[in-house]
């Protein structure tokens, strides 16, 4: 399973989202979007952090604990 964060710089959303993630034990890649803009073409985002789990973006913002374990655990 691929998991990637998109992320910017100095946002406090997407370390709660890592935070998550982290307790999780789910392995992640971290994405910034400045600096790879070409995320932005293939996930549009307008909100970060943006999670993409095997090349689908599955959430913008912030998931509830609750819908992000589904996502792994199902």
Known sequence: MKVQVLTTPGCSNCSILEKMLDKLGITYDLI???????????????????????????????????????????
């Not at 790879?36 to 959430?59: D, H, M, R």
């Open 32 to 74: 910034d979007v400045t600096e790879n803009p070409e995320y932005l073409q293939k996930y549009p985002i307008f909100t970060a952090p943006g999670l993409v789990i095997n090349e689908k973006l599955e959430f913008t913002g912030i998931p509830k604990l609750d819908e992000l374990e589904k996502k792994f655990f199902k």
